[in-house]
């Protein structure tokens, strides 16, 4: 497959509304690859609302089979009940218990992959951030269990820089977590970027190359001089293109999402970026 087939959308730039089947009919003009983030709006819908959820799934499944698209899904990770590291084993258990079931709405649309945050850092009183590995091990055991009966794999995503709350796992957990429970990875390529942005190329490609074979997901977009905001393709200085081109000649066989939005940019800029570079890897 080319790289331009590769390429895909993300909900999240809309800031996941609940009218799903609306948004993915929108984005299925020009994406074939679609991330379906469950949050905020969409998260309400599936807490609150089945009734009205199963119509949309019913939807979905529909514009999937006569556009032949591809779904991915992205949990809900904002807030204590997705936080699958806490300390406090209720609050654990609540969290792996809230993720199962958006398992069950990935599945629900044909999914093959679903992406998780690995949730928070906690702090003590003097400020200290610490969490605790054997925590989140157990959540992502049972997580992976309850994914493999259903046919869909865990990927864990990779933590950007400036997010003080969010967990940044390193390479080695990472490489310990996919060999432990049999999970995968999502790349953000924007989180990498923002860690690795001063190191040269040599060391840069060397730390993506170690990484490639345990990503089955990348997520992307531009970057300005390296920080950690989301921009449409071209509105910054990263050479996105030369790391999507160094994944697909290192082996890798995944896609490409265009996901999260900044720097004051509407959903509709970013969908024009993505169409555009879409063209012009389809004229290379």
């Known amino acids: 497959m080319s790289l331009f087939q590769k390429i895909g959308f993300s909900t ?6 609940a009218e799903i089947d609306v948004l993915v009919g929108e984005l ?13 709006g969409l998260r309400e819908l599936v807490d609150n609302d089945p009734e009205k959820l199963n119509k949309k799934i019913d939807i979905l499944n529909e514009i999937k089979k006569s556009k032949g698209l591809y779904y991915s899904v992205h949990a809900p990770y904002i807030g204590i009940k ?3 590291s806490n300390r406090d084993e209720l609050d654990r258990i609540i969290a792996v218990d809230y993720i199962s079931l958006y398992i ?3 599945s629900r649309i044909g999914a093959k992959y679903f992406t998780i945050h690995p949730g928070y850092l906690e702090f003590d009183d003097n400020g200290i951030s610490d969490f605790d590995f054997k925590q989140l091990s157990k959540s992502i055991l049972k997580l992976s269990d309850l994914a493999k009966e259903k046919g869909i794999s865990i990927l864990l995503e ?3 820089s400036d997010r003080e709350k969010y967990i940044v796992l390193s390479d080695e957990q990472h490489e310990i977590l996919c060999h432990e429970y049999s999970i995968y990875l999502t790349l953000d390529i924007v989180h990498f970027e923002s860690f690795m942005n001063k190191k040269s190329t040599n060391e840069y490609n060397q730390a993506l190359k170690k990484l490639i074979p345990y990503v089955r997901n990348a997520h992307f ?3 300005l001089n390296g920080e950690h905001i989301h921009l449409p393709l071209g509105e910054g200085n990263f050479n ?3 790391i999507l081109s160094f994944m697909v000649n290192e082996g890798y066989k995944g896609n490409f999402i265009i996901e999260e939005s900044g720097g004051g940019f509407s959903p509709e800029e970013f969908i024009l ?3 555009e570079y879409i063209e012009s890897l389809n004229g290379r």
């Open 82 to 84: 997705t936080d699958i």
């Open 240 to 242: 996105y293109h030369r």
């Open 12 to 17: 999240n730039i809309f800031g996941n509304p």
């Open 104 to 106: 069950n709405e990935a």
């Open 273 to 275: 970026a993505g169409k």
């Open 221 to 223: 977009n531009d970057v």
């Open 28 to 40: 299925s003009r020009d994406f074939k690859n679609i991330e379906i983030e469950f949050e905020k």
């Open 158 to 160: 990779n933590t950007g």
